[in-house]
């Protein structure tokens, strides 16, 4: 299923907190006699000593392993080491143990009693014998268990037999089928291995996962590189595909469908989370776990116990990989595993037993536990069972895996130490991916408290959620960009929040920690694009930000429409940091590879564009007030410094000269008139006055490698970039930083959308009609009163007459075209070299797709 994950390199050298197998496998030390064979040579387990084994088990004192006591001192090594048998075998002491039920000689000498099957040795005497549950030992019965003394009685849930005295089997077993995604294609596989095409793609679509609504006869599945969602019926599979979902997405590689609410939830792996849809698309509510998930990869659900379960990969370096349990809903998020696990790839759920499989790619093992984390087995391992297994599914006592190396369906009984068998291979089976089992017992009925079609009186959506600690209970929930008002069933909109920058998107983030409010539906740009900074208009509600790889400025609404470029040449590249005077509509940007600084005005036709400060080594950060018309920017080559200057670039001045390590990024408090700025080298975060006076620090706890900051109201907001979090603090005293969301790979910038942000003062100079300037109206003081000044832009200067108007001159500094040894577009963006002829438009204009062998 998730082939996008691939990273097996080789491993590195153990550390000193890893053992080195016999096969030079690394493994955590705390694995080292544990009784698994975590090395799969089982060098880890050799030498070991007080092994614990089954009832009528002897433990072999090197290896491990364990032999029925029965075969001990019998003349014949029975263990690999050999260590059953010894020279003091015929030395006993059985007669003095006074065993119950029998004595079996030791290599010790010493003997030990045993007992029959159904029962074990009291720890109390260890002599006696006494019962065994087994029902509390591992899959006895397929279903439903019932102990007796010195034995147990399985018995099945109604429609299904019971077969073999512990297996269980539906009546309509014999109607299961299973689909398969490989490449664009989705295979239907029976019970007899018959199979066929039901779907085929576009030559371009990659299907990684597949689900389906068993009642409503629909399949989902997704692209995963073209980003989109689809359905198909299975009535009619080849003329009934339907987009359910394109926009707001990224990378879905997971999907696993509510049949009692109708919901989809979705795992996007570029942008770290887990989304909630309903089924026909119109409502979406993302991110629904807002803390502690790293890497996310795979989910599946369990609706009768109104749980959810997911899959993280985590971080190999920092962020243990896990397996959570959350409420539907993404509240009360549990770790169920998060030892001896390093890539697990897929899970699935078994409803009756109430237990979790899920397979670890990187160990090649299949493991098991129950929905508390307890009673954890392995069920298959070794590469030569599953050498790199991807998918999962279950029906009845056997598990359905598909392997990309084997190119088949694998199927192996969910017993202990299984190993696998060929279910489904043929010369097609390239890589086969998602895998879903279709049979009535893999979606059982229950209750819907949403009572359907009336959605629970949910304004937009209604999920299974023990909300109110009662049986068949509900919680409603908003859509992105809403939340809940006092009713509990009511949505608002989220009007003021925070707007926080990834490399892969851009959120708005309550202000609420405990809140799982997305307060817009992220930007989500396409796969090409490294966000580096963003910002605002709150009067027009547009975002802009900056990408690294197109090197231009993108503007989108928040509504979760597919941003679009602003500029469609170079803008700069490298850029470090925006900022944004909302009377002037002037985008300021820093670039640190370029030395430079920049500005350009939205204006929605030509957007010129202005260099106000050059050959400034290391610049990087910058802010603005436009009511006293200063721009501030920051230097983080040694020694750092913190400029400021009129918005228009002149009278430039140092006012913060020393002192500083990396002083990344900067914001102004437009209420105190003070620069606050970031220190990652330092681990702090700086404020002073305008001038540079009256320095102060804030450290504390959390503030490791800030980057990111913002202010609103008494309050700061910082990102750390080390930490991967975005905290809240007070703004002028040091102390406690309290995390708001953690664990966000590639976090970069926060900024306070608010309209307190952006105040508006119709009085201001460039308020109206861009304060008559024909290009740039730049705000500044003078003699205690706000004016203007009016700009111009590459190849144009300013009319001396009316000190309004530019024109165009010869003599002015011309635009910066030249693409240094890149490609340039007709349009004249600079894209590399390696963008052309590559199938895809990076020009925006299909200039880089012309010509091409």
Known sequence: MKNVIDNLSTRPNCTTSQFRCANGRCIPSSWVFD????????????????????????????????????????????????????????????????????????????????????????????????????????????????????????????????????????????????????????????????????????????????????????????????????????????????????????????????????????????????????????????????????????????????????????????????????????????????????????????????????????????????????????????????????????????????????????????????NTSYFYKSESFIRPQGIAI?????QPNRTDPCNGTYNGGCEHLCLLGRGYLLANSYQCRCQSGFRLKSDLKSCEPVKDFLLLTRLTSVRGI????????????????????????????????????????????????????????????????MVSALAYDWYSKLI????????????????????????????????????????????????IERPAKIYRMLSDGTNRMIIIPNELGTPYHLTCDYSTKRLYWTDGALSRIQYSDYNGRNKQSLRGRYISHPFGIAIYGSRLYFTDVTLESLFESSKIYSGYASPIRSNIPSITTVKVYAESSQPMNITHPCRRNNGECSDFCFPRQEQGVLTRICGCRYGRKLNTINNQECDDNSQAEPSQTSCDGRFQCRNGRCISLSYKCDGDDDCHDNSDEQNCP
């Open 510 to 573: 309550d202000f609420n920690r405990d809140s799982s409010v997305e307060a817009r539906p992220p930007i989500v740009p396409d796969r090409r694009t490294a966000i580096s900074d963003s910002v605002f208009d709150y009067e027009e509600k547009i975002v802009y930000f900056y990408s690294q790889r197109s090197q231009m400025i993108y503007s989108s609404k928040m509504d979760g429409e597919k941003p679009t470029p602003v500029t469609t040449s170079k803008v700069f590249s």
């Open 35 to 418: 009784q698994d064979d975590d090395c799969l040579d089982r060098s880890d387990e050799m030498h070991c000593s007080a092994r614990q084994c089954p009832p009528h088990m002897y433990p072999c004192n090197i290896t491990g392993q364990c032999i029925d006591i029965t075969k001990v001192c019998n003349r014949q090594p029975d263990c690999i080491d050999g260590t059953d048998e010894s020279s003091q075998c015929g030395t006993q002491l059985c007669g003095a143990l006074s065993c119950e039920y029998a004595c079996q000689p030791t290599p010790d000498g010493r003997g030990k009693c045993y007992c029959p099957l159904g029962f074990q040795i009291n720890p109390t005497n260890n002599r006696s014998c006494i019962d065994v549950n087994e029902c509390e030992i591992w899959d006895e019965c397929d279903q439903d268990c019932q102990n007796t003394v010195g034995s147990y009685v399985c018995t099945c849930r109604v429609n299904y037999t019971l077969e073999a005295g512990n297996r269980c089997k539906h009546i309509n077993s014999d109607d299961m089928k299973m689909f398969v995604a490989i490449a664009n294609k989705i295979y239907e596989i029976d019970r007899l291995r018959n199979a066929r095409i039901i779907y085929t793609g576009p030559e371009n679509m990659t299907i990684y996962a597949v689900d389906y609504h068993y009642r409503n006869r629909l399949l989902y599945f997704t692209d995963a590189y073209a980003h989109k969602i689809f359905s198909l019926s299975l009535s009619s599979p080849s003329s009934s595909v339907r987009l359910v979902l394109e926009k707001n997405i990224r990378m879905p590689i997971s999907i696993a469908i509510d049949w009692i609410t109708n919901k989809i939830y979705i795992v996007e792996y570029e942008l770290a989370r887990i989304d909630l849809l309903s089924l026909d698309g119109k409502m979406m509510k993302t991110n629904i776990i807002i803390n502690n998930l790293y890497q996310p990869v795979s989910i599946a659900i369990d609706p009768i116990a109104e749980y959810l379960f997911v899959a993280d990969e985590g971080n190999w370096h920092r962020i243990p990989a896990k397996i959570n349990r959350c409420l539907l809903d993404g509240r009360q998020c549990t770790i169920l595993i998060d030892q001896k696990l390093e890539q697990p790839s897929d899970l699935t759920v078994d409803f009756i037993k109430r237990r979790v499989y899920w397979v670890d790619r990187s160990y090649d093992h299949v493991e098991s536990c129950d929905y508390h984390g307890s009673r954890r087995i392995t069920i298959t391992s070794g590469s030569q069972n599953i050498p790199f297994t991807v998918g999962i599914d279950l029906f009845e006592n056997n598990l359905y895996l598909t392997d990309d190396v084997k190119g088949a369906v694998l199927q192996v009984r969910r017993h202990f130490n299984s």
């Open 588 to 635: 300021y940007m820093t670039s640190i590879s370029e030395s430079q600084l920049l500005v350009i005005r939205m204006n929605g036709r030509d957007f010129p564009q202005r260099t106000l400060v050059n050959a400034t080594t290391g610049i990087h950060g910058i802010a603005l007030d436009p009511f006293q018309g200063y721009v501030f920017y920051s230097t």
């Open 438 to 442: 279709y049979h009535e017992t893999r």
